[in-house]
């Protein structure tokens, strides 16, 4: 009875090592054109806030 309960624990841990192994890998691949133009979306619009901002305190300074 022991070896028919662990031959599917066995599988079927090697199954979900399987699935694991699978989706870290997939994680890895290389990105692809819409995903690279949308970072550099990004990238751009938080340096334009960070550039918004620091007008913002240059106009705050210059007014004291």
Do not use: W
């Not at 070896?3 to 192994?21: D, E, G, H, N, Y």
């Not at 751009?44 to 106009?59: A, R, Y």
């Amino acid at each position: 009875m022991r070896t028919s309960i662990k031959v599917p624990s066995i599988a079927l841990l090697f199954a979900a090592l399987l699935l694991l192994t699978g989706l870290t890998a997939c994680e890895e691949q290389e990105k692809g054109p819409a995903e690279q133009l949308g970072e550099q979306i990004d990238e751009s619009i938080q340096k334009g806030g960070e550039e918004v901002e620091q007008l913002g305190e240059d106009i705050q300074n210059s007014a004291e």
